[in-house]
DNA sequence: GTCTATAAAGCGATAGAC
DNA sequence: GTCTATCGCTTTATAGAC
């Protein structure tokens, strides 16, 4: 009884045209990817897409879908470390993650085709914004409860520190647009983090 | 020389064009958009729209450029404000802005097509984002004169604040998602000012 | 400038052989 | 399952009359 995996079984043919249409999407966005160039990227022919998936949009969905099961988890902080350090290593962690080119383009277009896809809207957000969010969530919770922070709503808590991560500095990188001089990952985690543990600092 | 303006000139055919045009591009998004569809929902045959514009990408340049320059300013805050109400009125404004569907189909439509066409992510960004973190940052640094707050720099007290206002509401939102039960704007506002205040407190 | 009509190309999807 | 070949449709863009 040692089912090793539900869904379609894994064929290499089929993983070949994921990998190829997963490039594809991300980098050219839904409408411009047609299925001969997956096709030609995978290196079979558009019937045997057709074999695999019934349609272009399932097999966008599919691509997101298979993304959205792998994303990565953000690993639980060091309980040694004080706030600060705490908060530091987290935002460091998300922020890498959140500004590397592959989850870019992922928002870029799952964004784009949210309202006509809704399903896939709702498992990146519970794959990505949400689960971020409930991961911070208990990191200030943890914070809180060891008296460091007093923070009476630890998930609004993560919100906004996860909100001062992800401001000019990330609209720039999604729009493509070069940085300023000045502006670095490090110094937007440094100021977040000591406007968070002032605001939050216990009485 | 009264010159009323530079540019093409304006014409009804034209203007009715560019009004089905941005309805059609913001909705629909770039690719689903056809050139058909919008001289159908403008009244004029698809060759007059080409006697107007060369080419569908530099139609839709020409709607973004157009809602660009249109966006309206946040307004100067009431001086006899203090620093809670005035950020208060100010991220009100701010929120009911990004939220309003018309705003979110254009991030969602600019930024799906940022990569192709990077002008005109420069210019969504110039007359949005940085607009708006100019003039609250111009709001924090009044505060900061007057005594009220203690930001060293204002700039990025306006990036944090309008992080913390962009969070997991502005996400569902643009995602089409139904929002929390319990989640309101005037409550990740209050939550936003209030830590703000705490975090900024003069000493 | 504006229209009708059409060209030329690309698209998603399928038929049928193997 | 996989291929080659093709169907049927939509697309962007243009030609030519008025």
Same mark, same amino acid.
């Given at each position: 009884?040692?089912?090793?995996?539900?869904?379609?079984?894994?064929?290499?043919?089929?993983?070949?045209?994921?990998?190829? =249409?997963?490039?594809?999407?991300?980098?050219?966005?839904?409408?411009?990817?047609?299925?001969?160039?997956?096709?030609?990227?995978?290196?079979?022919?558009?019937?045997?897409?057709?074999?695999?998936?019934?349609?272009?949009?399932?097999?966008?969905a599919?691509?997101?879908?298979?993304?959205?099961?792998?994303?990565?988890?953000?690993?639980?902080p060091?309980?040694?470390?004080d706030?600060? =350090?705490?908060l530091?290593?987290? =935002?460091?962690?998300?922020?890498?993650l959140?500004?590397?080119?592959?989850?870019?383009?992922?928002?870029?277009?799952?964004?784009?085709?949210?309202?006509r896809?809704?399903?896939?809207?709702?498992?990146?957000?519970?794959?990505?914004?949400a689960?971020?969010?409930?991961?911070?969530?208990?990191?200030?919770?943890?914070?809180?409860?060891?008296?460091?922070?007093?923070?009476?709503?630890?998930?609004q808590?993560?919100?906004?520190f996860?909100?001062?991560l992800?401001?000019?500095?990330?609209?720039?990188?999604?729009l493509?647009?070069?940085?300023?001089d000045?502006?670095?990952?490090?110094?937007i985690?440094?100021?977040?983090?000591?406007t968070?543990?002032?605001?939050?600092?216990? =009485?």
């Amino acid at each position: 009884m040692s089912k090793p995996k539900t869904g379609p079984k894994p064929s290499a043919k089929r993983e070949a045209i994921l990998d190829a =249409a997963q490039i594809a999407f991300l980098e050219e966005g839904y409408a411009a990817t047609s299925m001969d160039a997956v096709a030609t990227k995978a290196g079979v022919s558009k019937a045997t897409i057709y074999a695999h998936f019934d349609s272009k949009d399932l097999l966008f969905a599919a691509v997101i879908h298979r993304r959205c099961e792998s994303s990565e988890i953000y690993a639980t902080p060091d309980k040694t470390l004080d706030a600060r =350090a705490t908060l530091k290593a987290v =935002a460091t962690r998300l922020m890498t993650l959140l500004l590397s080119p592959e989850a870019l383009s992922m928002y870029r277009v799952v964004v784009a085709e949210s309202l006509r896809q809704p399903d896939l809207a709702r498992a990146f957000y519970e794959s990505g914004p949400a689960r971020g969010k409930i991961e911070i969530g208990a990191i200030f919770s943890e914070l809180h409860r060891r008296g460091e922070l007093a923070v009476s709503d630890p998930w609004q808590a993560a919100d906004q520190f996860v909100g001062m991560l992800r401001t000019d500095y990330f609209m720039r990188a999604l729009l493509g647009l070069a940085q300023k001089d000045g502006q670095t990952m490090d110094g937007i985690i440094d100021n977040a983090v000591e406007t968070m543990v002032r605001a939050y600092a216990p =009485a």
